[in-house]
Structure formats: structure tokens, C-alpha cells
């Protein structure tokens, strides 16, 4: 039992990465019905923040978090303001090129300011080594991200669920006219949704840096696996991403551990057999 227990808590612990690279995107496509493939780009900043914090300024690791999210929010304000408000209105082959142009161009920036190489990010030591329980191998930085994944979770859907400003956010998508009728800000609450999304984004990416790295790629190599979760998931499902990164990451890394002939594909066939069973994803509202 000991493998297979590592197994699904390794899986687990993926799973919650993507979940915490991808909740982000379904907040706001799901709820702003928005098409936003730069997202991976304000992730990508955020744990450029970090590394910058950590490697330049000499700052402790769980200082830089906040500024991670604070910097990708902060930036997504401003394209919010400038680029994506115009185009809400416009086709999603409109807002797919616009946000797909703005992740070419957040690559080319990290490459010229960053250079093409792994970033080194050295964790402190009270989230490094492991340690065992009945034969079983747990990483701490591990149970550090699936507690992060947790919290957030919870914070999610209780301000969206059970606050004014979720209700705003809700009513605001569901009938504009009928919401600024009632006296709703909806261009604020969808420029507050927008930073909340790519804020957590940043922070996502930014945890993500001892998982799986950093370089100017990530931008590309995770929109893949962002895309695959809140489509599994369903559209503005906070708990239908939680469990489709579960399953997909568990899958992920179940694949790879027992047939690593094909690990690399598994994850697309498990999307290809979820979508099949139920199209709109696993809780999707339409």
C-alpha cells in the first residue's frame, strides 16, 4: 500500500498546482465569459516576482508570496483598463488572438530580461526535506502547497458564494443592464474578478517555482494544462476545478509512475473520456 499511497499523494499535490495555476482562469471564464489565454502569462510574472525578490533582494520566500499576487494583480488592472475591456463584448476569435499575442509577448519580455534558463530559487529549509509515516515518503513543500490549495478554496467560495461582492459579480454576469439598473458597479466588479483571477494566478506561479521550475516557456507549457482543468472542471466552478485537477493530476502522476510508456498521453485520455461522459465538464453550468 505504501507506492500507492505515495502515489496519490504526490498526484494530489500536482493536482492542487494546477489548481491553484488554473482557479484563476475559471473565475474568469467562467464567470466573466471571457476567453483569457495569457493567463499562464500573469502566473509566469508572479513567480518572476519571487525569484526576483529571493535571488535580488535577498527577501524570505513567503514574503515574496503576497507581492506575487499583488504584481500580477496590479498588472492585470491595467491591460483590464486598457486592452481586454473593449473586447468583452467581442467575438471569442477576437479575444483569443488579442490574449494569445499578449503570451507571445510576455515570453519574449522574460527571455530578454531574464535569459532563456531555469531560474534557481532556493526554499527555506523549514519547507525543504520530508519525512515518513509507515513507510510513506511526505514531502513538506507538498503539504505546504495542499494547504495553501485548501485555504484559498475555502476563501473562494465563501466570498463568492456568500458575500455582497460575489452576488454583484453573479448578477452583473447574468444581466448587465438589469445589474447597473440596481445600482451595481459592474465594470468594477469585473476589474476586481479580473484581478482576483490573474492575482491568484501569480501567486500559483509562484508556488509552482520549486515544483516544476521556471523559465520563459511556462507561459506556454502550463496554459495547456490550465485549459484542461477548467474545461474538465466545467466554466465558473471553484469546486468543479478542484476536482478535476485532483483527478487529473493524480492521474498525471499515476501514469508516469506505473506505465511511463504512455504517462506523457494519459492526462489527454482521461480528459477525452471525462468530456465525453459529460461535455460541459464535471460541474458545469452550461
Not at 535569459?115 to 525543504?128: A, D, E, F, K, N
Not at 469585473?190 to 521556471?214: D, M, N, Q, R, Y
Request: glycine fraction near 12%.
Amino acid at each position: 500500500m505504501g507506492p500507492v499511497i505515495g502515489v496519490l499523494f504526490d498526484g494530489f499535490a500536482y493536482g492542487m498546482l494546477l489548481f491553484l495555476l488554473s482557479v484563476g482562469l475559471s473565475v474568469t471564464l467562467g464567470m466573466m465569459n471571457f476567453v483569457n489565454l495569457a493567463h499562464c502569462a500573469f502566473a509566469m510574472l508572479g513567480a518572476y516576482v519571487t525569484v526576483f525578490l529571493m535571488n535580488t533582494a535577498k527577501w524570505p520566500f513567503l514574503a515574496t508570496l503576497p507581492f506575487a499576487f499583488l504584481a500580477a494583480a496590479f498588472v492585470s488592472v491595467l491591460l483590464e483598463r486598457t486592452l481586454y475591456r473593449p473586447l468583452y463584448r467581442a467575438s471569442d476569435l477576437d479575444q483569443v488572438l488579442l490574449t494569445i499575442g499578449l503570451a507571445f509577448i510576455s515570453v519574449a519580455v522574460a527571455a530578454y530580461i531574464f535569459g532563456t534558463i531555469l531560474q534557481p530559487v532556493q526554499m527555506p529549509s523549514y519547507l525543504r526535506g520530508s519525512f515518513h509515516v509507515m513507510g510513506v515518503n511526505f514531502a513538506v513543500y507538498r503539504l505546504f502547497l495542499i494547504g495553501v490549495a485548501l485555504v484559498i478554496t475555502l476563501v473562494l467560495v465563501l466570498a463568492l458564494e456568500y458575500t455582497r461582492f460575489g452576488a454583484q459579480v453573479r448578477a452583473a454576469v447574468d444581466n448587465q443592464r438589469m445589474a447597473r439598473g440596481l445600482g451595481i458597479n459592474v465594470d468594477g466588479a469585473f476589474a476586481v474578478t479580473f484581478a482576483l483571477g490573474s492575482g491568484l494566478a501569480g501567486l500559483g506561479g509562484a508556488l509552482a517555482i520549486e515544483i516544476v521550475g521556471l523559465d520563459p516557456s511556462f507561459a506556454f507549457i502550463y496554459l495547456v494544462y490550465v485549459l484542461i482543468v477548467v474545461s474538465v472542471g466545467g466554466l465558473g466552478s471553484i469546486g468543479g476545478s478542484f476536482a478535476a485537477a485532483t483527478l487529473i493530476g493524480v492521474s498525471d502522476v499515476a501514469g508516469k509512475y506505473y506505465v511511463p510508456e504512455i504517462g506523457a498521453f494519459l492526462i489527454y485520455l482521461v480528459m477525452i473520456l471525462l468530456l465525453m461522459w459529460r461535455p460541459a465538464g464535471l460541474f458545469g453550468r452550461r
